[in-house]
């Protein structure tokens, strides 16, 4: 294994929403992974990791993200479900919350709503705000089923 600060061969050197190092991190989860290779960070990795993937004890689920370096502006998010194997294990329900203070009670909801899909992509539309912290919190999947996955998540400047 490699250690910290080594070269990855397969590593993007820039991602088209954010600089490197600068764009949304997985913090935090509510769901343990299908499997190790499955896990949420992947939800911010590079194009090469396998999509998060889990069967919750509970639901809803959430994923909280450090929106970037302090304090960023953000006017959406993008749920990019290409890459799951069956459709129907996408989030079919969201609620996005965030935390402009970094304090654990500093959550703030912003918006609730069905997720729509376009060519296994959603885009929620959010008025631009600040923020330190975001949580995606979702209540169910497209089939209804006990699994849930998704690709990727990118924050919309």
Not at 59 to 86: F, K, N, Y
């Amino acid at each position: 294994a490699a250690g910290p600060g080594a070269a990855s061969p397969t590593a993007p050197l820039s991602s088209t929403h954010s600089a490197p190092g600068a764009g949304p991190r997985v913090l935090g989860w509510s769901a343990l992974p299908i499997d190790e290779s499955h896990r949420a960070a992947n939800l911010t990795a590079g194009a090469e990791a396998p999509p998060w993937s889990s069967i919750p004890e509970r639901w809803p689920v959430t994923i909280d993200l450090q929106a970037g370096d302090g304090v960023v502006t953000i006017s959406g998010v993008m749920l990019d479900g290409r890459g799951v194997a069956a459709a129907g294990q996408l989030p079919a329900r969201v609620e996005v919350f965030i935390n402009l203070s970094g304090d654990t009670r500093g959550w703030r909801a912003i918006t609730s709503t069905a997720v729509d899909y376009r060519d296994g992509v959603a885009h929620i539309a959010l008025a631009p705000l600040r923020t330190r912290l975001l949580r995606l919190s979702f209540s169910a999947t497209v089939d209804g089923g006990e699994v849930i996955s998704l690709g990727r998540i990118a924050l919309l400047q």
